[in-house]
């Protein structure tokens, strides 16, 4: 692994599952998050970790849970998806909360 | 709510002209930082500066800042056409160290 990636690319999926987004890096980077991107409304943090074993929530958190079980991984969970989760959402890394932010490929989740 | 705020939304330049994105916030901050997106793809970032900075250089990337009336801007020298992409601003919030992204603005470059 080289960098921050994330799992799956792409996912359509019927409302009212459980869904998880993976995300994992490589850089050691104590900081991680995730955003969600819609037209029109930019970037909006959902939630943060500043470093492994802690969480917080951002802008839009309700709907999504997640954890930081280890420094790499940062998995986001919709617990019972709606319409309204319909959304391309990328994790990011930093070395510390206030640094660059390193982006992954990004995940096109569908929502039916 | 949205800390950064660019203009223009878009932006259509010729190759070879300059083109200029303004971001505006709100809240004092301890770094402003603006990233780049290519359609379908994640964020890049370009370019850091700092509160005590008043401009930075990168490439034909220029930045500038100015605390006093919360402002930046960011300007790509000698465009190309693999300049397009949509650029974002990005600011701690309150200084707190969470990034607050703008909406973008999207950048067309025509050969």
């Known amino acids: 692994i080289a960098g921050i990636t994330q799992a799956p690319t792409s996912q359509i999926l019927a409302a009212g599952r459980r869904m998880t987004l993976r995300c994992t890096q490589d850089?050691?980077?104590?900081?991680m998050y995730w955003y969600r991107q819609d037209l029109g409304l930019g970037l909006r943090l959902i939630h943060y970790?500043?470093?492994?074993?802690?969480?917080g929530k951002g802008e839009v958190p309700d709907g999504y849970s997640v954890s930081r079980a280890n420094t790499d991984d940062f998995p986001l969970t919709l617990a019972s998806a709606v319409p309204s989760q319909t959304s391309v959402y990328f994790c990011?890394?930093?070395?510390?909360?206030?640094?660059?932010?390193?982006f992954g490929p990004g995940t096109r989740l569908t929502v039916l | 709510s949205q800390q950064g705020e660019e203009d223009p939304q878009a932006l259509s330049i010729q190759e070879g002209e300059n083109a200029t994105m303004n971001c505006s916030y709100k809240?004092?901050?301890?770094?402003l930082q603006w990233y780049r997106q290519n359609s379908g793809r994640g964020l890049v970032h370009l370019i850091l500066?700092?509160?005590?900075?008043r401009e930075k250089h990168s490439g034909r990337l220029r930045v500038t800042l100015d605390t006093s009336k919360k402002s930046s801007s960011l300007l790509i020298t000698a465009s190309r056409a693999a300049d397009t992409a949509s650029y974002f601003c990005?600011?701690?919030?309150?200084?707190?160290?969470?990034?607050?992204f703008g909406q973008g603005t999207e950048l067309s470059v025509k050969p």
């Open positions: 990011a890394s930093s070395l510390t909360r206030a640094d660059t932010q390193y």
């Open positions: 850089m050691r980077h104590n900081a």
């Open positions: 970790s500043n470093t492994a074993g802690t969480t």
């Open positions: 809240t004092s901050i301890n770094n």
């Open positions: 500066i700092r509160s005590n900075e």
């Open positions: 990005a600011t701690d919030e309150n200084q707190g160290g969470k990034l607050i």
